[in-house]
């Protein structure tokens, strides 16, 4: 990941990224302090890498807990006295490579309650502290899964759908209040969340690809980093696509 960003718009900004210690939720992290922002990152695991960086905040957490939710952002907003951006980046696949009939209930059920409604938490949690100061950016992190639907993955696909329907939701709520709240839509990128994967989900997912590659992190950081900067004001309840051609809508 470079170093050289120069992005002074997120000087002294506070961002809270859920999911922050791995993968896309990382890379945005560490983005984000290469620009002078402070992170508070709500992960159930430590990042070793950042633990000791000192614009870093981390708060140990399973995101689908909203008590401890709620009151780890509030240990935030006394200790920033500000939350200018949320990510949601925490998320998982759950079972894959099923058709439906061979799903359970109970991985439909936890996958959306990590996917969707740690999205919903955070964002219902983090707003109150946005609106005071007229002021704010929320990403959720969906899937061009969402959007298209890959077969073998019911219970992601429909919880990011769900994910890009509550977008469209927050964006018309909060459109007069100076905070846009959007979604980033990503195919494949090579992360720890793939890794796990049967490799013919994988490869039924990076075969529908256009480009013919994955995405990288770098490509995810850039375009998240826009999308949460204050340049990004006239674009709310949106899914931006990063998908190498898979979505042209
Ligand atoms: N990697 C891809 O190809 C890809 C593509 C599209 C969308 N996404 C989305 O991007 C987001 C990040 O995925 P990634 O590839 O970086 O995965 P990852 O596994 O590398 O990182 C996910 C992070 O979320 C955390 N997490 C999971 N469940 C949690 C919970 N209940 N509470 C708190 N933290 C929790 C994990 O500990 C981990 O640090 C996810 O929402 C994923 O659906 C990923």
Redesign the pocket.
């Known amino acids: 990941m470079s170093s050289s960003r120069t992005n002074t718009d997120f000087n002294n900004q506070v961002a809270v990224i ?9 890379a945005i992290s560490k983005a984000l302090l290469d620009c002078g922002a402070y992170v508070a990152i ?4 430590i ?1 070793s890498e950042l633990e000791n960086h000192p614009h870093v905040l981390f708060q140990s ?4 807990q909203e008590e401890k939710l709620r009151e780890i952002i509030n240990v935030v907003w006394r200790k920033f006295e500000r939350i200018d951006i949320l990510i ?6 759950g079972i894959t490579n099923l058709k439906s009939h061979e799903t359970s209930s109970e991985n439909i059920r936890k996958v959306f ?3 969707f409604m ?1 999205c919903y938490l955070a964002s219902k949690h983090v707003l109150p502290f946005m609106l005071k100061n007229n002021y704010g950016r929320i990403l959720h ?5 969402g959007k298209e639907g890959n077969a073998g993955m019911l219970a ?1 696909s429909s919880s ?1 759908a769900a994910v890009i329907g509550m977008t469209k939701v927050q964006g018309k709520e909060y459109a007069e209040t100076g905070v846009t709240i959007n979604a980033l ?10 890794d ?1 994967m049967p490799p013919e989900q994988v490869r039924y ?1 990076t075969d529908k690809i256009p480009m013919k590659r ?2 990288t992190l770098e490509e995810i950081a850039n375009l998240a980093l826009y999308i949460v900067s204050s340049k990004n004001s006239f674009t709310t309840g949106f899914t931006f696509d990063l998908s190498g051609g898979r979505a042209t809508y």
Do not use: E
């Open positions: 859920t999911g922050g210690s791995s993968g896309l939720g990382l709500l992960d159930l695991q990042c957490i399973d995101i689908t949601n980046s925490a998320g998982i696949t309650d990590v996917n740690g992190i969906a899937s061009i899964a992601y990011k839509a990503p195919a494949v990128v090579q992360t720890h969340m793939v796990m997912m994955c995405g």
